[in-house]
Each structure stands twice: as structure tokens, then as C-alpha cells.
């Protein structure tokens, strides 16, 4: 009775964050570790939005075991779950969601039907639905916006019709925990359905609220929750899986909640999602933040080494951060690498982990110590390079006080090597000016960030940025000892990923236009 499910929609909610793309592959990879993490419910997609959708859903439900696999169907549209059921055929435990919106703002706007019309869509969608597999989860969008006389009767109808889990969604962001304790009184009133069905919550941070939100849900007696890692997702972001996961175990255990979550995966999952999207967080970001345990009070020496101090309501080392760091040296063998590379969760064939190998020896003839972070950026890299349009071979970049900055570029573009020179206002400035001259793309720069990947002044800097062309938004990283280099490498991923987008419509989740056609 106090299990408490992890929904875990990074991959179908949480990618809708501005400017996050990520690769068939990068899916399947993200897929593995949320795997590992130990989710109930994984969503895995809305395979009717693109062929690109359905690719990801398809390889996931081949390849990835353990979690219930959900895909999203649009109530609107019978086709979707036609190709949801052709997506996601392998998968071991199925459920599809489906959903209508509710509140008269998203309903008039979105559906342009009668509350009654939407409630009877609802009942056809969940028995399209059923026709799949007989676990199917039924969401009510923008529902604590709607009204408590159209919510109970469709949340009836939707449990008569067999739905399996009601999902309440808070899709604006805007309830507060008042507003749930309402909500779920009545529906535990006057529907009965506890005893049949899971309820479900799903909220966005829009007001900051939403881990609040998610946990007086779970007090109201939902025995799911929607959410996605770091908390990304669309504007202000998603119920973040680390946080709601913390709360309930730190403070759920009186209350007789768990959840099947492995603490020790958080971190790791946390910073996998972080380089794959590009989105990165504030250092005071609670559960993993930069800042998250660092304590700067002056507290006296403890007494016993094993007493907890006075400020500690939960451990670092419990949610998988390491106190030591790991790192390899110039000096590590092909095996030990392996080893590593293995221990991070990357799975690498033998020509990739050669390669992989050779990229090591590099860096760390460079910078003598290589941490985990470069290597994960290491691997990350090779990867991105292999389905690339755009390759940078080489860049030499002269500026000072004196020069006018320039910069010789040669690119490899569609496997012709081209090169060129241009100057800018600054090395960087110089740089993206001529590989955008070369690849004849000129995207907006719309923002810039440099890190160090570790600590040191030999650290590799982490260049983050977005870059948008014709309202397309993209997130790109790369790292390289040289700031320079590593802006250059980042651009080049950015242009590679808007390469890979701009051709390709995405349906919404919302608008009825029909589903892109597979070959069903
Ligand atoms: O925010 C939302 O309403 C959603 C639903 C599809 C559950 O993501
Ligand atoms: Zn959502």
C-alpha cells in the first residue's frame, strides 16, 4: 500500500525542455541507466510525433528491460495507437497513455469540444487503448484548472472503461497543495476509485511547487508520480525524480512510503542527464547541485568520527556521490580503461572503446589526470562524431593584444575535407564566423556558458550553448583543455544537431493534425 511508483518521463516530458535534442542512441543510453535507476514506469516516447519518435520507441522496448513501458496516444487520434502498439511490440509490460484536456481554457483551445464530447472521447480512447494492453493510463490535462462538476463524472467513466491509473496533470504549474488535499477528497468521495485504480499526479514548476504539489498527492493517497531527472521539462520544468525521491525517503518512512528507486543510481542518472541534454543546473539545486552538501557553518569537531553532523538529514554517499574522486593516469592500461569506461555505464563495442582508448591516451598526455567527468565527456564525444555531418579536423586560432584575431578552420562536411580563414573580434568570435562561413549555416548564438569540468588549471573547459535558426532551439556541449577548441567543437555539435531537426516536423501532443505515416 505505501509503494509509491516512479513514472519516470524524462524521455517523453522532459526532452520537451527548449533546445534539447538527443540521438536515438542517447535515448537508448538514457533508457539503460533509468533502468538501472530502478523506475516503475518508464515513458518511452510518443511514437506518433515523428519517425524519429517511433525509431527511439521502438529500439527502447527492444533493448531495455525491467520498467513497464508507457507510450503516449492521443485521444483525438485513433491512428496514434495503431503506431504505438507497432512501437513499442517488444516491449515485456506495456501501457499506453492517453489523455484529454480538461480545464475550459485547454479544452475550447486545444479540443474546441463540449466538456460531455470530451469525456466521450475519452471513453473511446481507453478502449482503443485496451484493445493494446490492458494497463492503460488515463490523464486529465490542466485539470485542477477544471471544473469539480466535469472532473468527477470523467474520471468515473474513465475508471468504468477500464483505465488502470487516473493521472491528475497540473499542466500550467498552477495548483498549490490546498487545491490537491480539494481535489482528491472529492474524487475519493465521490468516485470510489481508490480501491480500483491507481491516482496518479503530474506537475510542473511553474509557481516552484511541484515536488510540493507531487508529495501532498502521495498524502491524498496517489500512489504514482509523474517525473523526469533534474526536473527538466517544458518552461519552468517538471516534478524533479531526485528530490521527490529524497523527500519520500527521508521523510516518508513514518508514513509507511517507499519507493523501489536505487539511491545510489541518482547521482549517476542525475549527471548523465545533464551531459546528454546540455541543461545544466544552479549549484544550490537540491539532491545534486554542485552545492548540495558542501556546508560552510563552522561546526565543531565531532566527538566520534561516526557521528552524523548536526546539519546532515540525508547522505551524499547513500545517493551514489562519490567523496573520493575517480580519475586514471597517463600510465592507465587498455584494461583498466575498459574497466572505467564499464564502471561509468557506457557500453562500447571494441572498435568504439579502441577508439575511445586512443582519445584517452590523448587527453591525458595532456593533462596528466583524467576524471571521470572527461572521460564521460570523452566517450560522449566519439559517439555524437559518428552520424555527424559537420567534423572539425583542425583549428588554429591567433589573438592578442595586438593581432586581429583570426582563425584557420578545416572541417570535414559530408566526408569532403574544406578549409578557410576568417577574422572576428576575438578568438571565439573568429571561430564561429568562419565554420559558420564553411557550412553555410547562420544560427543565433543565444547563449554561451564556460566551465571546468574539474578542478585545476589543467581542467578541460565545458563550453555550453544554444543556438537558434528559424525558431528551432538547440542545446550543444563540448570540452577541450583549450576554451577555444572546445567553443569551436561545441558549435560544430550544435550545427550537427540543427542539421538533424529542422527537416523533420514533430506533431504536437496537442494539436489534431493527423500522425506522421510509418510503414505500418
Ligand atoms: O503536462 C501534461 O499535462 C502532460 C500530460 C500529457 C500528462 O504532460
Ligand atoms: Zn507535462
Not at 206 to 233: F, K
Request: charged share 25%; net charge negative.
Amino acid at each position: 500500500m505505501g509503494h509509491i511508483q516512479i513514472f519516470e518521463t524524462t524521455l517523453r516530458d522532459g526532452i520537451k525542455s527548449p533546445g534539447t535534442i538527443l540521438t536515438v542512441e542517447e535515448k537508448v543510453r538514457l533508457a539503460k541507466q533509468l533502468a538501472r535507476l530502478g523506475v516503475d514506469v518508464l515513458e518511452i516516447g510518443f511514437p506518433a510525433a515523428s519517425e524519429e519518435q517511433y525509431g527511439a520507441v521502438e529500439r527502447i522496448a527492444r533493448e531495455v528491460r525491467g520498467p513497464v513501458m508507457a507510450v503516449l496516444a492521443r485521444a483525438t487520434n485513433p491512428r496514434d495507437f495503431e503506431i504505438a502498439a507497432r512501437a513499442f511490440k517488444d516491449a515485456e509490460r506495456k501501457r499506453i497513455h492517453t489523455f484529454v484536456p480538461v480545464s475550459r481554457q485547454y479544452r475550447e483551445h486545444f479540443l474546441k469540444k463540449s466538456a460531455e464530447e470530451a469525456l466521450e472521447l475519452a471513453v473511446s480512447a481507453i478502449k482503443m487503448a485496451k484493445d493494446i494492453t490492458s494497463d492503460v493510463e488515463f490523464s486529465l490535462v490542466d485539470v485542477f484548472r477544471g471544473a469539480p462538476e466535469e472532473v468527477i463524472p470523467l474520471v468515473k467513466a474513465a475508471i468504468q472503461s477500464g483505465a488502470t491509473s487516473i493521472n491528475l496533470a497540473d499542466t500550467v504549474g498552477y495548483t498549490t497543495p490546498a487545491d490537491i488535499h480539494q481535489l482528491f477528497g472529492k474524487l475519493k468521495e465521490e468516485t470510489g476509485g481508490s480501491d480500483k485504480v491507481t491516482f496518479s499526479i503530474h506537475c510542473h514548476n511553474d509557481l516552484g511547487l511541484a515536488v510540493a504539489n507531487s508529495l501532498a498527492a502521495v498524502m491524498e493517497g496517489a500512489r504514482q508520480v509523474h517525473c523526469t531527472v533534474n526536473g527538466i521539462g517544458e518552461r519552468a520544468g517538471n516534478t524533479a525524480l531526485e528530490e521527490i525521491v529524497a523527500a519520500i525517503n527521508t521523510r516518508g518512512s513514518s508514513a509507511g512510503w517507499s519507493t523501489q528507486i536505487q539511491l545510489n543510481q541518482i547521482y549517476p542518472t542525475s549527471r548523465l542527464v545533464k551531459r546528454l541534454t546540455g541543461i545544466t543546473m544552479q549549484p544550490h539545486k537540491p539532491i545534486v547541485g554542485a552545492n548540495a552538501f558542501i556546508c560552510e557553518t563552522a561546526v565543531p569537531q565531532l566527538a566520534d568520527a561516526k557521528e552524523k553532523p548536526p546539519y546532515q538529514i540525508m547522505s551524499a554517499e547513500m545517493l551514489g556521490i562519490s567523496s573520493t574522486v575517480d580519475f586514471l593516469t597517463t600510465d592507465a592500461g587498455f584494461d583498466a580503461f575498459k574497466t572505467r569506461v564499464a564502471e561509468l555505464g557506457f557500453e562500447l563495442d571494441q572498435e568504439r572503446l579502441q577508439q575511445c582508448y586512443e582519445d584517452f591516451q590523448e587527453l591525458a598526455n595532456k593533462k596528466e589526470i583524467v576524471f571521470d567527468a572527461d572521460l564521460e565527456f570523452l566517450v560522449g564525444a566519439r559517439a555524437a562524431m559518428e552520424s555527424a555531418r559537420y567534423r572539425l579536423l583542425y583549428l588554429n586560432v591567433t589573438a592578442g593584444s595586438i593581432s586581429v584575431p583570426n582563425a584557420t578552420v578545416q572541417l570535414e562536411v559530408d566526408g569532403l575535407i574544406v578549409q578557410d580563414a576568417g577574422f572576428g573580434h576575438g578568438p571565439v568570435d573568429a571561430a564561429f564566423k568562419t565554420i559558420c562561413k564553411m557550412t553555410n549555416r547562420f544560427p543565433r548564438l543565444v547563449r554561451y556558458e564556460v566551465n571546468a569540468v574539474t578542478p585545476g588549471t589543467d581542467a578541460q573547459g565545458e563550453v555550453t550553448l544554444r543556438l537558434e535558426e528559424n525558431g528551432q532551439l538547440v542545446n550543444a556541449r563540448a570540452a577541450d583543455t583549450d576554451i577555444v577548441l572546445a567553443s569551436a567543437k561545441a558549435l560544430i555539435d550544435g550545427l550537427n544537431k540543427l542539421e538533424s531537426v529542422l527537416d523533420q516536423p514533430v506533431i504536437s501532443e496537442y494539436t489534431d493534425v493527423e500522425s506522421w505515416m510509418p510503414r505500418l
